[in-house]
Structure formats: structure tokens, C-alpha cells
């Protein structure tokens, strides 16, 4: 779904917080592992092994716990993880949480691999050790799991990895339920089916002159934020299949699309956590920042109309936000008129100018037909330095947008959304890098829409 990237400083404080948290975890309960096996007088014959089951035993303490935390970035609890475990698992990283877990999972499955290799060589059961991976079911089931590990297979075959255990739900909760994470998945998919059973009633269908279609449904009872996004099934082509759409409805609108599952959360959701944010978009990738841009568009409406009460009540969804600054890369514009609608109505209605700045760098070939009447259009691509995080970090210096207070310890978040990885992605991130100082912190959030589409 996406990843944030965070700067050196973040990365000495929660990154490295999380990975002492991590290795401390594992040592002790290595430690209790190691000392429950070689303390217990009923395993007194075993224990003449000596180091080999000692070890043994740690390894498949610290195994217990990470088979089970490698069910958690699948898990679609994300309402409730998020809020509760957010500031200590990396809700937003599940694909680095994945694989840190995964490395441990190989540390510790090496340990006791190695070990009872070697004890089977130095004892006369070589024949049996055989016997025992080509006939017993851990043996059998293991290789078959290598031999699908194959990125190919992986990739062709998802439909059949992920919904098998949905086909085959009643034997199969027989042997998820022998544990904790078992009932963990039980409960997830229990929820997801009871969502996804919601129906929505289409309200309009709108073709918009580039040819996009719009679908409006009834609003479901779910709440959501900006920036989040749903699943979408449609039974009569697939009972099965479900793809990520992202909401392009503020909360206020009194539609939302599809047949929902959802909403799952999404890094561009954390845009109201940050003082300042800058929101880049490239070509399609920037349909996240419409539900965005949509809210604080109802915001200025709320302000224009007058209505103080509506107005203070909604003013505090954008939480610590104070300045926002919209950056689209495209190469045509003019596919994305929805879009630019959007775009030129927040400008025809700002009061303050200085809360939301837009920008369009038009990266294409352009004719006089093509260009989108908006004050700020730009031709080819920024520089990153010079146009836009340098006279960032001058304006919150100089105390020029909220006074010298703001200049104190400024967190900038830069969310940056597109269609696949680019190396946009990584020259982002090093400018953030580069750009960082004491009092700007410039946080870089990337969301790859394309890693979204998968079978739910």
C-alpha cells in the first residue's frame, strides 16, 4: 500500500526504539526458553543433549511469537491496529514489518536446523533423518512451500493462494484455531465477510468530457477520513474478486462509491498530523489527495457561508494543519478534467491564500488546447531544492507564514502518490534527506497505487 520514509532523526528515535524493542523481546524469550528447558527435572534424559536442546527450545519460544506477528500486516483490522498499535508496530510499513519478522523467523529456524543436523550426523539415526523428510508431513509440506516461493508462481497464482483458505473455511478454521493467531485470522475474516455482504445503491453515473466515469452509491453506515480507501466487488462479473479503490469523496458528501469493504487506511491519511504538507501527485497517482482537497474545499465553503458552529466543528478534522501545498506532475492534463474542476474551484474560492498553494508542471508535449487556466502552471518538470523545499524551509525561518513560533520545530510531511515505483520516488526521498535541518523536519511518504491491486 505504501511506505514512509522517514529522516535520520525519526529513524534514531521510533525506528530504533522498534528494534531494541524487537531484539529485547526475542533475547528474553530465548533466556526463558533456554533456562524452562534446562531447569525441568521431566526432561532430565533430554537435556543430556545439553546445548543443542537448549538452544532448540529458545529458538522455538521466539518462533511462537513471530508465526504470529506474521499474520498481522495481512490482517484488515486496520480501524483498530492503527489507533491502538500504530506508535509501535509500522501499520503503514507492513511490507518492512513482514520481512523484519521474516528474518528473525529464518534466524531461528536456522539455530535449530543446524543443530539437529548435526546431532542426527553424530549418532546413528542418518538413515532415519531421511525417512523422516521424505514420509512426514512437515518434510513434505515444507518443500512444496519452497517450490511455491518462486516469485512466478507467486505472481500467477495469487487468485488460488489467497482465496484456498476460503474455499476449504471449515476444515481449514479447524487448524487455524489451535492457536492465537488462529483465532486472530478467524475473527478478520469473519469481519470482512459480514462488510463485504453490504450492498450500495448506485445514485448516478456520470461521464465526465475526458471520458471518466464517475459511479455515486447510497452512503453505507461506515465513517471515514480522507485518504483512506475501500474495496470494490462487482458480483455479476466476479463473486470473488475485489480491487482497491481510492475514496475521491470527502466525509461530507452525501454519496460514496462502490460495493464497499472498507475503509483500509493509507499513509496520504496522515496528511492532517503535519504542520505543513505537501501533497505530489504524478499522472493518476494523484487521485488519493482528491478526498483531501475535497474536505478542505467544504471547509472554505463552511467559512464563506458563515456558519461558525458548522464551521469550529469541522475545523478540527484538519488537526495540526496549518499549510498545504499541492504539486501535479502529468503529461496530460487534460485526461484528468474531473480533477482539474476540483482544482479550479478551491482557487476561485480561497480566502487565505497563504493556506493552500497549487502547482501544475505540465511534463508533456502541450498545445493551447490543453492548458488548464490555472494561476500557477508550470512547463517541465521542478527543481526540487530550489523550487519547492528551499523556499519552504526559508518562509517557516523567516517566521513569514505563522510568526517566529512556528520556526521553533516544524514537522513537513511530503506525501508523494503514483501509479508505479518510479525513481521520482527515491530523488524525493534524498531531497527530504537533504533538505532536513534542525527546526524543519521533512518527512517523505510514499504510496504506490499499483501495489493496492490484489484480491482481497
Known sequence: MGYTTETPRQLVGRRL???????????????????????????AILNLLRFSVWISRGSGLCLCLDGFLLFLPGLKLDGFMRPKLGWLIPVDQNIWFHRQVAYTTLLFSAYPLVLTRFRIHTTAHYVNMLNVERTQPGGITGHVMLLIMNRKIRRECLKLLVHHPVIAFFWALAFYTHATVGVAYFLDRLCREIRGRRSCKIIAVLVHPSGTVEIRMQKPSLKYIPGQWIFFQMPEISRFQWHPFTLSSAPDDPYISIHIDGPYGAPAQDVFKCEVAVLIGAGIGVTPFSSILKNIYYLIMYKILQNDIVYKQQQGNLGALRKVQFIWLNKNIASFSWFRSLLKDLEDIQTNASFLRMDMYLTGVVDEDTISNLSRTHFGRPHWARDIFGPIKQAINSGNWYGVEMALQTKVGVFYCEWTDTPLAKQLKDECRDATTSNVRLIFTKSTVSQNVKSR
Not at 17 to 43: E, M, P, T
Open 17 to 43: 526504539v522498534f528494534n531494541i524493542l524487537w531484539c529485547g523481546i526475542h533475547i528474553s524469550l530465548f533466556i526463558i526458553g533456554w533456562y524452562k528447558q534446562a531447569n525441568d527435572q521431566r526432561l
